[in-house]
């Protein structure tokens, strides 16, 4: 059996969810939305290369080479890397893939794997998530229990990797259920992202949620969340939107003990500033009903210089 087509290309999207991943793993619903930049997935034949060979390269947004490595996958080895620490991961993300497919690797020819990256590997767009759903697409495996056998999550991400447009996701019972949505606010030019750079300890934010909610439900919580998320999918104003982020950004800010964003590091901004992600991403939601360069200059006094429209590189419907 030969391992997945010698000619295979795919394109997979990054995310961003609107809703705090802590609940999402609590069976919460979940806005997400996909980004048009993702990852690109391309094998193709390499005679020159013994059988059973792979040899893997990537790049980042920028054309320029960040991993190189070659495996021998029959024998779960790695014969070369620049860089061990993702060679080894590559391979526990191979041997996942063996688990659901037991011969996906026998009788492998010489193969050559090229993955090309988007957006900046520092965005936390969804490096994995792309990746992952990308092989899985290769081999015709399962992306969903790919990601719960490898890196773990709710696996909103892979549900924005192969969507096409703004979804409602849900863990129902464990099992991932993802709608499409419509999504595209009338007030979406009023609506930026904005490059944090940093991010706050989710590891952290996991523990104190879990510790809360040791002896008691979450249900109560769930039920106010869901409600929140349908209100922000059909909300029509700019004002009620921005209401309904700041009682968001109370109610996760309360359940994992930390202090929102906005009143840690921008208490004089005018709009609304909500995590995104795992509640201390990457990315910021921002609204303003101010100018886009007036909202980029505020952003920059604190040392940001990344912000971009909500529509600039977002799939809405």
Not at 102 to 114: D, E, T
């Amino acid at each position: 059996m030969i391992a997945g087509p010698k000619s295979f290309q795919t394109h997979t999207k990054g995310k961003l969810l609107l809703t705090g991943e802590y609940v999402v793993l609590d069976g919460a619903k979940a806005l997400a939305i996909p980004s048009r930049l993702g990852q690109r997935l391309q094998v193709s034949a390499a005679p020159e290369l013994s059988p059973g060979i792979l040899s893997w390269s990537s790049y980042d947004h920028q054309g320029n080479i960040w991993f190189q490595a070659s495996f021998q996958l029959a024998d779960q080895k790695v014969l070369q890397s620049t860089d061990p620490p993702t060679s080894i991961r590559l391979l526990e993300i191979f041997r996942a893939i063996q688990q659901q497919k037991p011969k996906a690797w026998h009788q492998l020819p010489g193969l050559q794997v090229r993955m090309d990256l988007e957006f900046s590997r520092h965005w936390g767009l969804g490096t994995s998530s792309t990746l992952l759903a990308a092989l899985a697409q290769w081999q015709a495996v399962d992306p969903y229990q790919l990601l719960w056998d490898t890196f773990g999550g709710s696996a909103y991400d892979i549900a924005c990797a192969i969507a096409d447009g703004p979804l409602l996701y849900q863990l129902n019972e464990g099992v991932p259920q993802s709608e499409a949505v419509g999504f595209h606010p009338a007030f979406a030019e009023n609506l930026y992202l904005v490059y944090s750079g940093k991010k706050q300890n989710s590891r952290e934010g996991i523990s104190h949620y879990r510790v809360r909610f040791k002896s008691t439900s979450p249900l109560p919580l769930i039920k106010k969340i869901d409600k929140l998320t349908d209100a922000i999918l059909t909300c029509t104003n700019l004002p009620s939107f921005e209401l309904l982020l700041a009682e968001h950004e109370t109610l996760i800010g309360e359940a994992i003990a930390i202090t929102p964003v906005q009143q840690q590091y921008f208490g004089d901004y005018w709009g609304q500033i909500k995590s995104l992600g795992a509640w201390g991403g990457d990315f910021l939601l921002v609204t303003s009903n101010r100018s886009k360069k007036a909202t980029q200059a505020y952003f920059q006094t604190k040392g940001l210089h990344e912000v971009y429209g909500f529509t600039d590189w977002l799939l809405l419907s």
